[in-house]
């Protein structure tokens, strides 16, 4: 897939989700986080919608009017969407599910009930999942919204019905996942803007035209790639192999800065970061970013019980979001495992204003990661401030001390 059509992918988005409307077919927003399981959504014949445009600071204070500028750009956008009625994506939905990951959310779920917007479901998110009660509550929610469900399609969500849609995401989470792995080559095989596209194409299509999708990449930008030896395999984080040594080996010479993206959000449309980093030079070769990114590392599977399997999978198994009790230790985890997986160089902190979860994290997150000798550059966006100078001299500075300049550059 090239340029091209990667961008014709994203421009027909909203057609497509209009066309699945005018034949009858239910769509169902949520806002993004990985604890609605789109899975149930699809059972249910309807066509699931992540509600996750974001990035243009004019559709985020447009919502001034109902919300306080305390409220995260990313939370007041989709306000602002729904006052604007511009994106045929919102003027879409039939209903919409909003999971109680955070105020911001919160008041997102309680302005369009104010203002009468659509059909919501809020899905009560247990702040502690190692606890037997929170299973017990969240499966309960999920019965709940299997009920609502039903009475908005006029279709019985079945166990049979219920793994195949499992099988469907799985198969997609699968096929996101392989592409990113190519990121693991010294030249990475997608770059970090386009996966992040593909990544958020994969929230608002149809889900099994996705998948083959994204399988096609895939399989283009592998048979692309210069050597397959080079192509790491989907081994799990826990992989061993350099990437760079082994494509160092192979006589590749791509000596760009490799990052990681850390962040509470990336909205759809919201690519200044990728696109600045990218023109710095640099490779995003990985992210570890909350909502507007679907979660490829946890599959639900099929066996067994299909709703116990979705609490298992979107409330236990995942690395446990910034809302969750405790969840500092396990995040940070991860981000050690990716570190040394893909070959990460320098960590960029990219946080919404007035996020105070990610706020709050990234003094814990710059002193442990200045123990790994990572560096860490934190940059906060209200939607406008990407594109000042002083934003890309930070950048640029920070980049030189990921290539080895003065730490104080
Ligand atoms: S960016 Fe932060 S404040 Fe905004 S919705 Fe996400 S977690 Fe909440």
Redesign the pocket.
């Known amino acids: 897939m090239n340029d091209e059509r990667l961008e014709s992918l994203m421009t027909d988005l909203p057609a497509a989700v209009r066309r699945a409307k005018s034949e009858g077919v239910k769509v169902v927003g949520y806002l993004p986080g990985p604890y609605v399981p789109e899975e149930l959504i699809y059972a249910s014949g309807a066509l699931p919608v992540c509600l996750a445009y974001g990035g243009d600071a004019q559709v985020a204070d447009y919502a001034l009017s109902l919300l306080p500028p305390i409220i995260?750009p990313?939370?007041r956008a989709q306000v602002g969407e729904m006052l604007l009625k511009n994106r045929p994506v919102y003027d879409a939905i039939d209903m919409v599910v909003v999971p109680s990951?955070?105020?911001?959310?919160r008041m997102v779920g309680d302005v369009w009930e104010h203002q009468e917007w659509t059909d919501i479901f809020k899905l009560g998110v247990p702040y502690d999942p190692r606890e037997e009660v929170s299973m017990v509550y969240f499966r309960d929610r999920l019965s709940d919204l299997w009920e609502r469900l039903e009475n908005l399609t006029g279709k019985k969500i079945t166990d049979t019905s219920l793994k195949e849609a499992i099988g469907v995401y799985d198969r997609l989470r699968e096929a996101l996942r392989n592409i990113s792995l190519l990121r693991r080559n010294l030249s990475p095989g997608v770059s970090g803007l386009e996966f992040m596209k593909l990544n958020h194409a994969s929230l608002v299509g149809d889900p099994l035209a996705m998948a083959e999708a994204l399988e096609v990449f895939h399989g283009e930008r592998v048979a692309a790639m210069p050597d397959e030896t080079g192509v790491q395999g989907a081994a799990g984080v826990q992989g061993e192999a350099s990437g760079r040594q082994e494509a160092a080996a192979q006589g590749e010479t791509d000596d760009s800065p490799r990052l990681l993206l850390i962040g509470?959000?990336v909205g759809i449309g919201d690519y200044g970061i990728l696109e600045m980093v990218e023109s710095a030079g640099a490779h995003v070769v990985m992210e570890d970013v909350?909502?507007g990114v679907r979660d490829y590392w946890c599959t639900v599977g099929q066996d067994g019980d299909p709703l116990d399997a979705l609490v298992q999978a979107h409330l236990v198994d995942r690395v446990p979001a910034?809302?969750m009790r405790s969840s500092t230790g396990p995040r940070f985890e991860m981000v050690s495992k990716i570190i040394p997986w893909f070959q990460v160089e320098g960590v960029i902190w990219y946080e919404?204003l007035?996020?105070?979860?990610?706020d709050q994290e990234a003094y814990f997150f710059e002193n442990k990661l200045r123990e790994l000798n990572i560096p860490m550059l934190t940059l906060e966006s209200n939607y406008d401030d990407l594109r000042s100078g002083s934003i890309r001299t930070r950048l640029e500075a920070f980049l030189e001390v990921v290539q080895g300049g003065p730490a104080d550059a």
């Open positions: 995260c990313f939370a990951t955070c105020q911001h959310y509470p959000n909350f909502e910034a809302f919404l007035c996020c105070e979860f990610y």
